[in-house]
């Protein structure tokens, strides 16, 4: 089984809708990141935690909310989608150093 | 701040050719740098690490790369490509103190047969 699991892999929804991405992981891990990546701009940090107490903006946090429900569980909400958040949205987790980071397998999600 | 440049968008080589991907980074101390590889439809998976040390590392896959002060690089190189190999490549630097990696903006390999 993959050590973390994205779900959904694929979403296509209406602008205005509330929509939530969910992460687990099996690594044990206390951080836990959210990333969006568009082509030509590489992955952008949107949320990470470095544990269930500890949440924090990245760098492009507006229109994202965040929650950690568990060690092993990090959720990413779009409040009111808009077509611009269409993108390939990536989990991804490490140890207490932060540095090396395994990622799941993205959920490409489309706002129409 | 720190940033991270890939200066290819995308490269195309033939099989069997050798390969290297630049990648550029601006840091004030001794950076840690990496290397990741997205397959189609995949997420990413690192393929090699520095922290410290002999500033040629050697990952996964038969890749390598190089660190070089010097020249704020981390290049990263394959003697013999492989069609498999067409994929994203990803440099990435950890920022200091804060456990978060900033991303170059990947280059795309084609590899012709």
């Known amino acids: ?112 | 701040a720190q940033s991270v440049t890939q200066p290819d968008i995308h490269i195309t080589v033939s099989e069997g050719a050798s390969l290297e991907l630049r990648c550029n980074y601006s840091y004030g101390a001794t950076p840690y740098l990496f290397w990741y590889v997205q397959s189609p439809g995949q997420g990413l998976q690192l393929l090699l690490k520095y922290f410290s040390g002999d500033t040629l590392v050697q990952g996964i896959k038969g890749f390598e790369a190089e660190f070089k002060r010097s020249q704020s690089s981390f290049n990263l190189r394959k003697p013999s490509v492989h069609w498999s190999d067409a994929a994203e490549y990803f440099c990435a630097v950890g920022a200091s103190n804060t456990g978060k990696l900033i991303f170059g903006q990947g280059t795309t390999l084609q590899v012709k047969p």
């Open chain 1, 1 to 112: 089984d993959a050590d973390v699991t994205q779900t959904p892999r694929n979403r296509i929804t209406k602008t205005g809708k509330r929509i939530m991405l969910e992460c687990s992981q099996t690594k044990g891990h206390d951080r836990m990141y959210w990333y969006r990546q568009d082509p030509g701009l590489g992955l952008r940090l949107i949320y990470y935690s470095f544990d269930v107490k500890d949440i924090n903006k990245g760098e492009i946090s507006d229109g994202y909310s965040v929650s950690r429900q568990a060690q092993a569980k990090f959720s990413l909400s779009l409040e009111s989608a808009i077509p611009n958040q269409t993108a390939l949205y990536f989990c991804a987790t490490s140890d207490f150093r932060g540095y090396e980071q395994y990622f799941g397998p993205g959920t490409r999600l489309t706002v129409t």
